[in-house]
């Protein structure tokens, strides 16, 4: 009776990791004329108030798939000691079925879900974020920050790379060569780049702006 309880809460952990994942999914790449519709046309909704606090809904979901998911990991084990008696086997097959079982219906199929509907994902998952996003209040917010301040503290400063800079001899007008004007070398940018180069004014490159694409209104 146990080992049939444990297997049961580990696949509602499962199907409820399944729809968080696809709910982040779709919010994340939830296109902006989308969002704007669905606050348009239903302003009192689920998913248009969702939709007016994006981030900390989204805090909430990655918090949530991560807690059903490690929920999951140790029923499966709970479980599998239960059965067998042996708790290093138990761990080494709880291991390999959770690996397999994770990677299909947390990794891969609920992102392809939202991914190719997210419109309609976060109108069908928006009563149940909300809710876990309620249950949680400010938590995801500290825990960001924290990791936000731990990854902050660990990365070394950005080594300054030497610079090569203008010479005073070459400071002057630029020379012409038939119809040609001559830079200096310093002043030669990467066809790669999108900034203006250092150097006197006259041999800075033109500003470039990228063409605009499409991106995730989340991100904008």
């Known amino acids: ?3 049939a309880v444990l297997v049961l809460a580990a696949v509602v952990f499962l199907c409820t990791a399944f729809v968080l994942t696809a709910a982040e999914t779709g919010l994340t790449y939830l296109p902006r004329a989308d969002a704007e519709t669905i606050v348009r046309e239903d302003p009192g909704s689920a998913a248009a108030r969702l939709l007016a606090t ?3 809904h989204l805090h909430a979901l990655r918090f949530w798939t991560v807690w059903f998911e490690t929920a999951s990991a140790v029923a499966v084990a709970l479980a599998m000691f239960h059965g067998l008696g042996d708790v ?6 709880a291991t390999v079925v959770m690996a397999a079982v994770g990677f299909v219906l947390t990794g891969v199929s609920p992102r392809q879900v939202g991914r190719s509907n997210p419109a309609g994902t976060v109108r069908f998952t928006s009563g ?11 938590v995801p917010g500290l825990l960001v920050r924290l990791g936000s301040s731990v990854a902050g503290a660990g990365t070394p400063p950005p080594a300054s790379s030497p610079r090569r800079s203008c010479s005073s001899s070459s400071t002057a007008p630029p020379t012409r060569t038939s119809s040609r004007t001559t830079r200096p070398s310093c002043c ?3 066809s790669t780049s999108t900034t203006r180069t250092s150097g006197p004014s006259w041999c800075r490159a033109p500003t470039w702006s990228p063409s605009t694409t499409t991106t995730p209104w989340t991100t904008r």
């Not at 290093?88 to 097959?93: D, E």
């Not at 149940?128 to 309620?134: C, I, N």
Request: overall charge positive; glycine content about 8%.
């Open 1 to 3: 009776m146990t080992t």
């Open 54 to 56: 994006p981030t900390a």
């Open 88 to 93: 290093w086997l138990a761990g080494l097959l």
């Open 128 to 138: 149940l974020v909300r809710v876990l996003r309620a249950v949680l209040g400010p």
């Open 188 to 190: 030669t940018r990467s």
